[in-house]
């Protein structure tokens, strides 16, 4: 792409968070299933929300400045959500898998709150100040999400990891596997199943824990 101006490396920017956000409304209901914190679900949730609300101020954005956000793969956020999706397929137990989540979402805000901040410090250097005002709204509420997914995290994640190291190995052991993995995922891919048989003796072990 030929980049020949400042306000074409904006429009830029801004394509390639459109891709990033619409990518994420795609991922996030997945990650609301797989979570079993009410608290984490909730976060999720409501930031799923805020997401497609983020989409519908780009579109706004490029209307202001004349410019089609769609076109773009970002490509960043294809690798994120991929290690998300490993997240959300760790053989841990659900406590555990909550704490992968919130890792996998915080890199996602981290990267989105990169990419708003330059996008917006871009169009404060072409003083489109009403482009500036929906940036820092999108970008407020980035922040705001990854310091919930900390608070969750501390709040109510990490006291039931301690609740579990608690219980001890030797319970792990004697507990029956659990029967209700089938609510991971509906289109789990061919490989992902030759896989999970070719761990087998070590999944039904691990999930033992998983509760
Ligand atoms: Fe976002």
Redesign the pocket.
Known sequence: MKVDSVSTLLEDCLRDLYS??TQ?TKALPKMVKVASTPELKEAISS?LQ??QE?VARLEKIGQIIGAKMSGKKCKAMVGLLEEGKEAMEIDASAPIVDMAIIAAAQKV?HY?ISGYGTARAIAQQLELNDVVQLLSE?LQ??SN?DEKLTAVCQESVVPLTKEEDSLGMDQEESEEPDEDDDDLDDDEDESDELEALSTGSRSKSRNSARR
């Open positions: 990033a956000e994420l930031h805020e997401t983020q805000e989105e999108t509420e980035e999400a």
